[in-house]
C-alpha cells in the first residue's frame, strides 16, 4: 500500500537529512506505529507518505514514495484525498470550518461529490466515530479528545484507503486516548484501513499495531514485529522495559499478555510478598516545612466554576502531581496559585523560606531588598495579616511560617515565590536568539542571566548556541531554556503545567531526574501516569474542579486502573509502579536470602 | 419568541434592503417613526440567540449618534430658514479662505425638523442595516458567495474562527510576559506580544495550508463539456459507503463554464459599460437615456462574467433551501418600498414635507396602514421556522 | 529505480512560500475608475434631498461598487488561489480584523493599515488587493456591521494595499521612507474616501460644510476639505503617526 524506496529527505538550510535510506513497504490494512525520539524525522516520514513533505516543506527528496501504486512525485497532496488521510499533530490546527457536520463535509466538498452522497457519507462518519450527538456543536468548543476524533473523520469523509496520524493522543487524558485509538481500531477492523501513527506514548498504541517502525537518530529506519524492534529501544514503553529486566523473550506488548507471563514466572511469589511489605509501611505525615498553603480556594473561568474549594498544602522539596480528565480545573488551579488568575474565594499563601536566605547571600540583593519594600507597602494595607507578625522580624529571619499571596504582588517580585511554565512553554520566548533570552532573564540584573546560564547548562546535556533561534529548538530544549529563565528567580514553588506533552520517553526521565534532584516543592500538572510515577511524592485528583483524592503516589495511582501504570497494572495487587521499584525490590530480596 | 432562524439569511437581508428603500424615500417623521417601530419589533420578536444578534443594539447607538451628528451640524453651520426663532446663537463669519461658511447665527424650529427629518431618515436606514445584521446570521450568508469566489469565501470563514483566537493567544501571552516578570508597554511591549502570536499565526497557517490541500482543497476536478445532471442514483453508488474510489466522482449538477479569456473580456468590456454610463451621468440633472442603456448593459455583462466566469470544483454541503416562506419574506419587504415611492409620486408633500410653513408630520391612513405591514415578516419567519422542525 | 529529486524552488525561509496572486492590470484600472466615480458620486450626481436621484444614490452606488468588486476579486483570483495562500490571507485577515476594533476607540491608533501595507509590499500588489478587501469583509461579519459602507470600505482597502504593491522596488533605508511616506498619504486618503462617500448625508446640503448643488468643482472640494479638517482629521493623523511609527519601528529591526 505505502511503498519507500531508498527516501532521502533534507530540509532546505539543513547539512544533514532527517530521513536517510529509508526502505519501507506497510501492506493494506497494517496498522504500523512509527517510533522514534524527538526530532528522529517522524513527522516528516508521514507527511512524505501523501507528499506534503516536499510539497510544502520545500527541501530535497530523492527515492520514490508510492502509495496505492501513485508516486508522490507526479501526484499532488490534494489529489491523494481519497488515498491518503492525513491528520496532523494539532487537530483544531486544520479545521477549516466552524461545526463539526461542516468539518465532515469538508472533504466531499473539495472532491465535488454529489449532495446525496456527501450527506450518506457524513452520516456514516458520525456514527462510526460517535460524533452524532455532537453535529451542531462549534468546532472551538469541544474537547481535546473530541477534536480528535472530528480531525479523523474530517479526513474519513474522503474515504481514503491510508490513515495517517501525527501523535494523536500526545496531549489527551487516557480516557480520551482510548477514545480515540479504540475508534481507529474499529475502522481497521470494519474497513481495513491500512494506518500509519506515530506516537510517543507508545505503551498507548503498541497492543493494536501489527509493525513497527523505528526511526533512529541519523534518519535511517528499520521494521519489524513489535516486540522485537522494541526491545532496547530507548523510547520503549514500560512494559517492555520491565520484560527486558525479567528476561522475558520476546517481551508482551499488552498488560493481558504481562500478566499471564507474570503468573508464569517463577519470581511472581517474590514481587507479591514485597509489594505487600512495601504497602504496609502507614503514610507518615510530611515533616518537612510547608512552602504553599490553598485554603477552600474557588476560580470561575468565563461563566462556569472552574475550581471549587480546593485546600492543598505543598512542604519544602515535595514534588505534588495534579492529575485529572482534560478540563478539570489543572490548569485553573495552577494560574490561581500563581495568581494572576482571579479567585473567587480562597487564599493562596506561599512562604519564601530558606530560598530567599540563599539569594541575600549570592548578592543579588536587590530583589531581596525589592521583595520588603513591597512586603511592606502589602502588610501596611492589608492589617488582616498581622497575625503573621512583623515585617522586620520576618527580613531578619530568613524561615518563616506565614505566606504572600503571589496574587497581591506584583509581577517581578510575584515571580520570586512563584516560578510557572505555562502549557505552551514557547509564549514566553520572544527574543531573537537563546542568548538574547538568557541575557534578559531578570531583567537586566546580570545574575539572574547567569543562574539561567548556568541552569541551562546543568539541564541539558547539549549546550545551545547562544545565537540559535529559540524557535528552532526542539520541544524538550525549548522546555528547559523556559525552565531556566523561570528557576533563575529562585522561586519556592514551581509550577509545571503539562510540562511533558512534546518530550519522548529519555526527555522525561531527564525531566524527572531533573526535578527529584532540584528539591524544589512543585507543583506538576499532567496526564502522564508513568511520568508522575517517576517523579512525584504526592498525587491530587482533580473531578470537574474539585479535589477527590490527596494522597501519597503509591496509594492514589494504585487506587484506579484509569490512573495507573503499565508496571502496576502486570503486577497488582502489589502496589509496584515502575520497573525500578521491581527491580530495586527483587535485588534486595536476593540480597537478604 | 425566536422566529428568525430558520429562514435563509439572503431573504432577511432582501426584505431589510426593501424596508430601507421604503425608508430612504420620506423625511415625514411619522411614517419613518412607525417604519423604526415595525422594524424594532420584527428583530426583537425574530433574532436568535446567536451572538450577531446583538448587534442591533450597537446599530441603534449608531442611529441615536448619526441624529445628534446631522442636529449638531445644522446648530453649528445650518442653512438657516422660516421664521420660527427658538435660540440666537452669536454669528462668526470667518474670513474669505472659508467663503459662505457661517458658525452658528439664528436656530429656528424649521430648520430643526428639517435636520431631524433628515438625520432620522438615515437613522432608520442604518436601524434596518441593524435589523439585517441581527436576523440574517452574516456567516450564513458566506455559504451563497458566488462560486466565482469560493477561495476567498474559504479565507474569510477561517479569519473568522482565527480572529477570536488570536484575542485569546494575545492575552496568554502577555500573561506568560508577566509570567518572566514584564508588563508589556509601548511599542517595545508590543512586540514582545505581537511576535509570538504572528510567529504562531503564521504556522497555524501553514498547518492549515496542509490539512485543506490533504482534504482535496483546490483540486480541479475533471468535467464534462456536457451540462447534463446526472441522477443522484448513479452518483450514491459511485460513492457507496463502503467503497473508496480512486478517482473521485465528478460533480456534473453544474453549469458548464465558457472558457477563461472569453469570460476575461467579457468582464473588460462590461466594465467600460458601466465607467460610460457613469461619465453619462455625471453633472446631467437629468441621466441621459443612453447613459442608463450602457450602464445597465455593463451591469449584467459583468454578472454574466461573474456567473460565468471560472470557479472551484466544489460542491456544497446542505445549503440553506430558498422556498415559498423566502419569497414571502421579500415580498413583504419589496411592498414597503412600493408604498413609499407610491407615496412620493402621489402626495409628495406627506412623504417629504416641506419646511415651511411648520406643521406636524400627518399621513393618510392607508401609508400608515402600509407602513405596518413590514411586521408581516414575524408570520413569515414562523413559517419557515415550522418548516424547520419538520 | 532512478533516482527522483524533487526540490520546490518556490520555497524560502520559515513559511515558504510566495504567495503568486497577479494583480489583472486592466481590470484594475477599470474598477479604480468607476470605484473613483462612485466615491465621488456626490460630484457626479446632484446629492441635494428630493431631486432626482438623490434618494437612490446610496443603494446605486454600494451595488455598483460591490458588483465590479467582485468582478475584480473574481479576475485577480482566476487561476485559483493555492492552499497555503489562502491560509496566508486567512491569517493575515484575521489579525487584521481582530485589530480593527481595538482602533476604533482609541483616537485612530489603527495598526491594520501597517499590516496590509507590509503585506501588499510582500507579497505583491494582487495579493494586496485581495487581503485589503477580505479583511474589510471578514471585520464587518465578525461585528455584525455589514452595510453600503462596506463595498466601499473594502474597495478603499484594497486599493491601500496594492499601492503598497506597485511602489518602486527600493532596500534599506529609502524603502522605509518611501513605505513610510506611502503609510501617510494612505492615512489620510482613506479616510477622506470614506468621509466622501457619507459626507452629503451627514451634513446638511448649502451648509457652509456641505454640499452645494450646482456650485464649481473647486467651491464643493473646498466645503468638502473644510469637513474633513473639522471632524475626521484628528483620527486620520493618528493612523498616519501609528503607521509611520511602526514602519520605522519595522524597518529599525529588520
Partial sequence: MIRFDRVSFTYPDQESPSLRDVDLTVDEGEWCLVAGRTGSGKSTLLRAVNGLVPRFSGGVLRGSVTVAGRSTSEVKPRDLAETVGFVGQDPAAGFVTETVEEELAYAPEQLGLAPTVMRTRVEEILDLLGLDGLRDRPLRSLSGGQQQRVAIGSVLTAHPRVLVLDEPTSALDPTAAEDVLGAVARLVHDI??????????????????????????????????????????????????????????????????????????????????????????????????????????????????????????????????????????????????????????????????????????????????????????????????????????????????????????????????????????????????????????????????????????????????????????????????????????????????????????????????????????????????EFVADVADRVVVLSHGELIADGPVREVLGSTPMLSTQVAKVTAPTGLLTVREVCDALAALIGTR | MTCGPGIHPGAWWLWALGVSYAVSQTTNLLLLGLLAAGVCTVVLSCRGAAPWGRAFGGFAWLAAFIVGVRLAFHVLVGVRTGSHVVVRLPEWTPGAWAAGLRVGGVITLEGLAGALGEGGRLAVLVLCLGAANSLAGSRRLLKVVPGALYELGTAVVVALTLAPQLVAAVQRVRLARRLRGEAPHGFRGMRSVAVPVLTDALDASLHLAESMDARGYGRRVQRSTRSTLRSPRAATRGGAPTTTTAGGAPEASRRVHLAGNGVGIVSAVSLVGVALGLYGMAGASRTPTWATLVLGAGVLGSIGAVVLGPRSAATRYRPDPWRAPEWMLTTVGALAAVGLVAAVRRIPDVANPPASPLRWPDAPLWLVAWCGSVLLAIPVAGLADRRDRR | MPDVAVVEPSSNGRHGSRVPVPLPAVTMVLVSVIGLAAFAWPFLVDPTPGLGHAADAPFVFAGLVALVLVVMLVETTRGGLDAKAVAMLAVLAAVGAALRPLGAGTAGIETGLFLLILAGRVFGAGFGFVLGTVTMFASALLTAGVGPWLPFQMLAAGWVGAGAGLLPPLRGRGEVFVLSLYGVLGSFAFGMLMNLWFWPFLVEADSGLGFRAGAPFTENLRRFVAFCVTTSFAWDTGRAVTTVALMLFAGERS
Fill in chain 1, 192 to 529: 481495513g484501513v491500512t494506518v500509519l501513527i506515530a506516537e510517543h506514548r507508545i505503551e498507548r498504541v503498541v497492543h493494536f499495531a501489527d509493525t513497527v517502525l523505528e526511526l533512529r537518530d541519523d534518519g535511517t529506519a528499520g521494521k519489524g514485529a513489535p516486540g522485537d524492534v522494541l526491545a532496547g529501544l530507548a523510547v520503549a514503553p514500560p512494559i517492555v522495559v520491565l520484560a527486558e529486566a525479567l528476561q522475558w523473550v520476546p517481551p508482551p506488548l499488552s498488560v493481558r499478555a504481562a500478566r499471564r507471563r507474570l503468573a508464569a514466572d517463577p519470581r511472581r511469589g517474590v514481587i507479591d510478598r514485597v509489594g505487600g511489605d512495601d504497602r504496609a509501611h502507614a503514610a507518615e505525615p510530611d515533616a518537612r516545612p510547608v512552602v504553599a498553603t490553598l485554603d477552600s480556594v474557588s476560580v470561575r473561568r468565563g461563566d462556569v466554576g472552574a475550581v471549587h474549594d480546593v485546600s492543598l498544602r505543598v512542604h519544602r522539596g515535595e514534588i505534588v502531581a495534579l492529575m485529572g480528565r482534560n478540563g478539570s480545573g489543572k490548569s485553573s488551579l495552577l494560574w490561581a496559585v500563581q495568581g494572576s488568575l482571579p479567585r473567587v474565594t480562597g487564599t493562596v499563601r506561599v512562604a519564601d523560606g530558606t530560598d530567599r536566605e540563599s539569594r541575600a547571600t549570592t548578592s543579588t540583593v536587590s530583589s531581596a531588598h525589592g521583595d520588603v519594600r513591597w512586603w511592606g507597602r502589602l502588610l501596611g494595607g492589608r492589617p488582616a495579616a498581622g497575625r503573621v507578625g512583623s515585617v522586620e522580624g520576618q527580613a531578619g529571619h530568613g524561615a518563616c511560617t506565614w505566606g504572600v499571596d503571589p496574587a497581591a504582588l506584583p509581577a517581578p517580585a510575584a515571580r520570586h515565590l512563584v516560578g510557572m511554565v505555562p502549557q505552551t512553554p514557547s509564549d514566553l520566548l520572544y527574543h531573537e536568539t537563546v542568548g538574547e533570552e538568557l541575557d534578559t532573564a531578570g531583567g537586566g540584573d546580570a545574575g539572574a542571566a547567569a543562574r539561567a546560564r548556568s541552569l541551562l547548562a546543568s539541564l541539558l546535556s547539549v549546550t545551545i548556541p547562544d545565537r540559535s533561534h529559540p524557535r528552532d529548538l526542539s520541544e524538550g530544549q525549548r522546555l528547559a531554556l523556559v525552565l531556566a529563565l523561570q528557576l533563575s528567580a529562585e522561586p519556592a514553588l514551581l509550577l509545571l503545567d503539562e510540562p511533558t506533552r512534546g518530550l519522548d520517553v529519555p526527555g522525561k526521565a531527564d525531566l524527572a531526574r531533573w526535578c527529584r534532584s532540584e528539591g524544589r516543592a512543585a507543583i506538576i500538572a499532567t496526564h502522564d501516569v
